[in-house]
């Protein structure tokens, strides 16, 4: 059973609408991850949080943004959607110690047309 | 960046029987965790097995095990009678131990088949 959630599930949206993908988790974990993964290719680390006001950047350059105003939740925003921002969207969490697992939601579906 | 190579993107086996998934990766580091991941078709991304690179013992899960070849940096899964429920894309992924916001890198999947 999945302790961090994502909504919603799937979404299609127009160009140029603003959006923003929820993510929360209730396991108290300071570390946060979301990542961007085609169908069928890796995932790529697009931002990440090690807790409260923190948030970086990850590997794979993207246009959306991240807050970490609380604990548990996690948002992310694409001020203006694209179609190249077509994919799928994984939000993930860990405990801090090294060799803790990501913990992982079930994703957001992301469609722009 | 460290990367992560998975270099069979699809692979099948018949129920009952046993498949190993190779998973290779490149660092300079000596200290870093390894990881299998499995993401059944619409579904969500769950832990298959870890390993901590300093450990010399073959991490092991059940029906689940690995291969770890540090000086071949290898990271193998071999998944022992095979169910139906096995099905699905399987990650190796890779942690730094020292750095980079402790994310994982992951190799581009294998995508597993069971026939019955």
């Known amino acids: 059973e999945a302790d961090i959630y994502q909504t919603p599930r799937y979404l299609v949206i127009g160009t140029g609408k603003k959006i923003t993908l929820e993510c929360s988790q209730t396991m108290g974990h300071d570390k946060m991850y979301w990542y961007q993964q085609d169908p069928g290719m890796e995932l790529h680390l697009i931002h990440y949080s090690y807790g409260v006001n923190s948030t970086e950047k990850g590997d794979l350059s993207s246009e959306s943004t991240v807050s970490r105003i609380r604990t548990e939740h996690f948002p992310l925003t694409l001020e203006s959607a694209r179609p190249s921002h077509t994919s799928q969207y994984l939000c993930?969490?860990?405990?801090?110690?090294?060799?803790?697992?990501?913990?992982f939601g079930n994703g957001t579906r992301l469609t722009v047309t | 960046a460290q990367t992560v190579t998975q270099s069979q993107p699809e692979m099948s086996v018949q129920e009952a029987e046993t498949v190993t998934l190779s998973c290779t990766y490149d660092t300079s580091e000596s200290d870093y965790y390894l990881f299998w991941y499995k993401q059944p078709p619409s579904r969500q991304m769950i832990l298959v097995i870890r390993q901590e690179a300093y450990k010399q013992q073959n991490a092991t899960e059940n029906r689940f095990s690995v291969n770890f070849q540090k000086a071949a940096k290898s990271f193998s899964l071999k998944i022992s009678d095979s169910q139906l429920g096995d099905a699905a894309m399987y990650f190796c992924?890779?942690?730094?131990?020292?750095?980079?916001?402790?994310?994982?890198?992951f190799g581009k999947g294998t995508s597993l088949l069971v026939t019955p």
């Open positions: 993930a969490s860990r405990e801090s110690y090294y060799n803790s697992p990501l913990h």
């Open positions: 992924a890779y942690r730094s131990g020292s750095n980079s916001g402790y994310a994982l890198n």
